[in-house]
C-alpha cells in the first residue's frame, strides 16, 4: 500500500513551458486536492476532486488546469509556467466512507522551479 | 470555514510536555478542529480532530474548552521526531463540502534536547 505518490519529485521549467503533475493513490479515496506552498506559508488549495470526472476551483486555481479521468489519479497541469508557480506541490486524498476521520493523507511533494 | 491564530513559534525541552494553543473564537456549531503537522519538507500528516469532547489517541491529545473558542494539542512526552509545524485547521465536517483543509500559518515547534 504506496498511499499517495507523486511524479515527478522535482521539476525545472522555463518560462512559457507547460508540464503535468501526476498523483496517485490506492486507497479507493474518493476525494482527491492539489495544493501549493510557497517558502514559509501554509498550504493553498489549488483544485479538488470529489469523484472521478469532476473538478472544482479551490483558493488559487488561476494558471492551473486539473483533470480526474480514473478516481485513483488526478493530474495537474501548468499549461503556460510563470516564475510565480515555482513552488512545492502536494497532492492529498481522503475517504468519504463513514466512520473514517475525514482526514487527508498527502503525498511527498513535487518541488518546481520555473526560470 | 473558521479563522484560527496561533502562535508562530515556540520550542519544548525534550522529554517534556508540549501544550500548543489556538484560537477560533468564530467557529460555528458544526464545524471540528483538525490538527496536522508537517515535518520539515514533507507533506502534511494528520493527528487528531474534535467537535466539543476532548480528544485522545497514540499521538497527542486535543483539549477544546466549553465554549469551543479554543483548543490545546498537547504532545505528552516531546521527542526531537515531534520537530515540525502544526497547524489548527476548522473545517466543517460534511462531505458534500469536500473535506477541504484551509492551512493557516501554523506554529513552528522546536524541540530541544
Known amino acids: 500500500n504506496a498511499g499517495v505518490t507523486q511524479t515527478p519529485k522535482f521539476r525545472v521549467l522555463k518560462t512559457g513551458q507547460s508540464m503535468t503533475l501526476l498523483c496517485a493513490q490506492d486507497m479507493n479515496h474518493e476525494y482527491m486536492y492539489w495544493y501549493r506552498q510557497d517558502p514559509g506559508m501554509g498550504l493553498r488549495l489549488i483544485h479538488y476532486s470529489v469523484g472521478e470526472g469532476t473538478t472544482a476551483k479551490g483558493e488559487v486555481p488561476d494558471g492551473y488546469n486539473v483533470s480526474r479521468l480514473k478516481k485513483q489519479n488526478f493530474l495537474l497541469g501548468l499549461e503556460s509556467a510563470a516564475p510565480s508557480q515555482t513552488s512545492v506541490y502536494f497532492c492529498?486524498?481522503?475517504?468519504?466512507?463513514?466512520?473514517?476521520?475525514?482526514?487527508?493523507?498527502f503525498g511527498p511533494g513535487t518541488r518546481l522551479t520555473v526560470t | 470555514d473558521a479563522k484560527t491564530t496561533q502562535p508562530p513559534s515556540m520550542d519544548c525541552a525534550e522529554g517534556r510536555a508540549a501544550n500548543l494553543p489556538c484560537n477560533h473564537s468564530t467557529i460555528s456549531g458544526n464545524e471540528y478542529v483538525y490538527w496536522y503537522r508537517q515535518i520539515h519538507s514533507q507533506g502534511p500528516q494528520y493527528i487528531i480532530h474534535g467537535l466539543k469532547n476532548n480528544e485522545t489517541n497514540e499521538m497527542a491529545s486535543l483539549i477544546i474548552t466549553e465554549d469551543r473558542k479554543s483548543s490545546t494539542l498537547i504532545l505528552p512526552h516531546a521527542t526531537l521526531r515531534d520537530t515540525a509545524v502544526y497547524y489548527c485547521?476548522?473545517?466543517?465536517?460534511?462531505?458534500?463540502?469536500?473535506?477541504?483543509?484551509?492551512f493557516g500559518g501554523g506554529t513552528r515547534v522546536l524541540v530541544k534536547p
Open positions: 485547521i476548522v473545517r466543517v465536517a460534511h462531505k458534500a463540502a469536500g473535506n477541504k483543509l484551509t
Open positions: 492529498a486524498s481522503s475517504s468519504t466512507r463513514t466512520g473514517t476521520k475525514d482526514e487527508q493523507y
